[in-house]
C-alpha cells in the first residue's frame, strides 16, 4: 500500500489573474484586476491522497511482499530429497561395478563344468601326454568307458531298475558298441580325435576289457578302477584358446572325518602331486582335452588295478554320484604305488 501527502502554505501557484480561492477552496472572479484580495479567514489547505492501487518497490530478485522471487517452503526438503538420492544412486553404481568385476573374475561355475566333464580321466590316473592321437594309453580308452557305464548305472539307479540298455555276455560284461565308445571318446577328447580300439587287460579274464573285433563290440565288467587319491580342482587359468584346469590329487590317508562321520574335503595345499590339463572349447558347447602335464619332477602311477562290484564304486564310500569340483568320493582301495619320473610317465 502506497500513502502519499502533499502540504501547502502558498497557494499562490493556484491563482491567477482572473479568479481567486476562498476559505472553501472554491475559485471565484476577482473584485479588482489590478489587486488580490486574500480572505483572514482563509486557512492553508492540506491535500492528502490514499491510493492502494499504487505499487510497492519490486525487483527481479524479491517480489512486493519481500519474499525471495522462486522459493517455496518445500524447497529445502526437496532439495535434500535430490542430494540423498543422488548418493544412493552413486553408491549403487560403484557396488554394481565392484560385483560385475568379481563375477568377470570368478570362473568357479566354468571350473566346474570341466572338472565334472574331465572326472573320467581323472579317475584313470592318466598319465601326462601331448597328443592324444600318439598317446596310446590303456588310460584314455578306459575313460571312455567308464563314462558310458557309469552314466548307465546312475539311470538304473534313478529308475530303480535292474535292467541295462546293454545286453550281457556269459560273463555279465555289458556289451558295449564301437560306435558308443567312439561317441564317448570324442566327447572326451574331440571330434576328430582317433580312438585305439584293443582289449584292456588279460585276454580271457572276467575282469578285462575285452574287444571284439569281428562283432565290433567291447565287452566291459562291472567295475571301475580304483585309486588312492581324492580329487580336487583348485584353478582354472585362460591362456589364448587354452583353459588349463588345475587338479589336485590329496591321498585318500589325509582324508579327515568330522563328529557326524562326514569327509571333510581335502584342500589343494595338501596334494600330493598335481596335473596340469589344458582343454580347448569345440563349437558352443564342446570341449576337448588337448593334452596333460605334470606339475612337478615326478607322477604317481599304479601297476595293479583291481576292480570291484561297480555298484560299490559308484561315488565311493556313500554310493551316490559326487559330480562336482570339491573333489570325488574315494573308495579306499589298496593298491600298489609306484613313483616314475615325469619324462619317462609322458
Same mark, same amino acid.
Given at each position: 500500500m502506497a500513502e502519499w501527502k502533499r502540504n501547502t502554505d502558498?497557494?499562490?501557484?493556484?491563482?491567477?489573474d482572473s479568479t481567486k480561492i476562498n476559505s472553501d477552496g472554491a475559485q471565484t472572479p476577482a473584485s479588482d484586476d489590478n489587486s488580490r484580495v486574500e480572505s483572514k479567514d482563509s486557512a492553508p489547505v492540506s491535500f492528502e491522497v490514499t491510493d492502494e492501487s499504487v505499487p510497492a518497490h519490486s525487483s527481479d530478485r524479491f517480489n512486493t511482499r519481500g519474499y525471495r522471487r522462486g522459493r517455496s517452503k518445500a524447497a529445502a526438503p526437496v532439495g535434500f530429497?535430490?542430494?540423498?538420492?543422488?548418493?544412493?544412486?552413486?553408491v549403487t553404481l560403484i557396488i554394481a561395478g565392484i560385483g560385475a568385476i568379481?563375477?568377470?573374475?570368478? @570362473?568357479? =561355475?566354468?571350473r566346474n563344468e570341466l572338472f565334472v566333464l574331465m572326472r573320467p580321466v581323472i579317475r584313470q590316473q592318466t598319465r601326462a601326454f601331448t597328443d592324444v592321437d600318439s598317446a596310446e594309453q590303456d588310460e584314455l580308452l578306459l575313460s571312455a568307458l567308464w563314462y558310458l557305464t557309469n552314466k548307465e548305472q546312475i539311470r538304473m539307479m534313478q529308475e530303480r531298475t535292474i535292467i541295462s540298455k546293454y545286453a550281457a555276455d556269459d560273463n555279465e560284461r555289458w556289451k558295449i558298441s564301437e560306435e558308443?565308445?567312439?561317441?564317448?571318446?570324442?566327447?572326451l577328447f574331440g571330434p576328430d580325435a582317433e580312438i585305439f580300439n584293443r582289449t584292456v587287460g588279460e585276454p580271457g579274464s572276467i575282469f578285462s576289457v575285452e574287444y571284439n573285433e569281428t562283432e565290433k563290440f567291447f565287452h566291459v565288467p562291472l567295475s571301475v578302477p580304483s585309486t588312492l587319491y581324492e580329487t580336487v580342482a583348485d584353478t582354472l587359468v585362460k591362456k589364448g584358446d587354452d583353459y588349463i584346469l588345475r587338479v589336485c590329487y590329496v591321498s585318500t590317508n589325509k582324508i579327515a572325518i568330522?563328529?557326524? &562321520?562326514?569327509?571333510?574335503?581335502?584342500k589343494p595345499e595338501e596334494a600330493d602331486y598335481v596335473q596340469l590339463f589344458t582343454l580347448q572349447r569345440v563349437g558352443e558347447d564342446g570341449w576337448k582335452l588337448v593334452s596333460i602335464a605334470d606339475e612337478g619332477p615326478s607322477v604317481t602311477t599304479y601297476n595293479n588295478r583291481p576292480t570291484d562290484d561297480f555298484s560299490q564304486d559308484v561315488g565311493g564310500f556313500t554310493g551316490e554320484f559326487d559330480?562336482?569340483? @570339491? &573333489?570325488?568320493?574315494? @573308495? &579306499?582301495?589298496?593298491?600298489?604305488? #609306484? #613313483?616314475?619320473?615325469?619324462? =619317462?610317465?609322458?
Open positions: 502558498d497557494l499562490d501557484f493556484f491563482k491567477d530429497l535430490v542430494l540423498v538420492l543422488a548418493l544412493v544412486g552413486v568379481i563375477r568377470s573374475q570368478d @570362473n568357479s =561355475e566354468l558308443d565308445v567312439l561317441e564317448s571318446y570324442r566327447r568330522d563328529d557326524d &562321520g562326514q569327509f571333510i574335503l581335502p559330480g562336482d569340483a @570339491n &573333489g570325488t568320493q574315494p @573308495n &579306499g582301495e589298496n593298491n600298489q604305488e #609306484t #613313483t616314475v619320473n615325469a619324462n =619317462e610317465a609322458s
